[in-house]
């Protein structure tokens, strides 16, 4: 079945370290995305991605990283810049062209511990 | 400025009943698209309808229908015939053509809860 996929569901982290979210999809979209969603909040964009090795910065950029190598994938990267980066991390994906929706993964909800 | 707004935290509705969450839009952009999900307890995001800006008539997917009033910049979602599994997180979203190459733009939420 087509879709998209994030894994792990849940992470934990030590304060200090590096931690990477996969995202994965074979829906064939050009466009991906990452969100981070706090609680009680909407979804807030980090990073974009409309073709293989481009991407730019969301609203959030800031103590995050991302890789476009394929089409595929989209990891995203918390570094320990990211000062509270307790929150559930959501992917996405469309095509680029036309006014359509986007679809999401499962989430993941990464918790510093 | 935010560019989408769901002034409505919470609501409760009866089972059966419909019910209307409210969500307004700022944008200059001529083209854009307003989109409406769901998301559960369990954290996935469910697309549930979608608005054009250049669309006469309004959005309808079975129970949804979205009230569309452009002059007013208003894209409030309708769920008729409440069901319990309607329980859940609701936001709109805003996909400009022009804009941020085309990024989903989020409003806060409305939480819907569904009482027997």
């Known amino acids: 079945d087509g879709g998209i996929t994030q894994s792990p569901k849940y992470l934990f982290r030590k304060e200090g370290q590096n931690v990477t979210l996969s995202c994965e999809q074979n829906?064939?979209?050009?466009?991906m995305y990452w969100y981070r969603q706090d609680p009680g909040q909407g979804l807030r964009l980090i990073y974009y991605?409309?073709?293989?090795?481009?991407?730019q910065k969301g609203d959030i950029a800031e103590g995050y990283s991302v890789s476009r190598e394929k089409k595929e994938s989209f990891p995203l990267t918390v570094t320990s810049a990211q000062k509270n980066p307790t929150a559930f991390y959501l992917c996405?994906?469309?095509?680029?062209?036309?006014?359509?929706?986007?679809?999401f993964g499962q989430g993941t909800r990464l918790t510093v511990v | 400025a935010q560019k989408i707004t769901q002034t409505q935290p919470g609501m409760f509705v009866q089972e059966k009943e419909a019910v209307t969450l409210d969500c307004t839009y700022d944008?200059?952009?001529?083209?854009?698209?307003l989109f409406w999900y769901k998301q559960p307890s369990s954290g996935e995001m469910i697309f549930l309808i979608y608005?054009?800006?250049?669309?006469?008539q309004n959005a309808t997917e079975g129970r949804y229908s979205l009230n569309f009033q452009k002059a007013r910049k208003s894209a409030n979602l309708v769920i008729s015939a409440s069901q319990l599994g309607d329980s859940a997180m609701y936001f709109c979203?805003?996909?400009?053509?022009?804009?941020?190459?085309?990024?989903?733009?989020f409003g806060k939420g409305t939480k819907l809860s569904v009482k027997p």
């Open positions: 979203a805003m996909r400009e053509v022009g804009g941020s190459q085309g990024n989903l733009i």
């Open positions: 944008t200059s952009d001529p083209s854009y698209g």
């Open positions: 996405a994906s469309s095509i680029v062209q036309g006014q359509t929706e986007a679809f």
């Open positions: 829906l064939n979209h050009d466009a």
């Open positions: 608005q054009g800006s250049y669309d006469q």
């Open positions: 991605s409309q073709i293989v090795n481009d991407f």
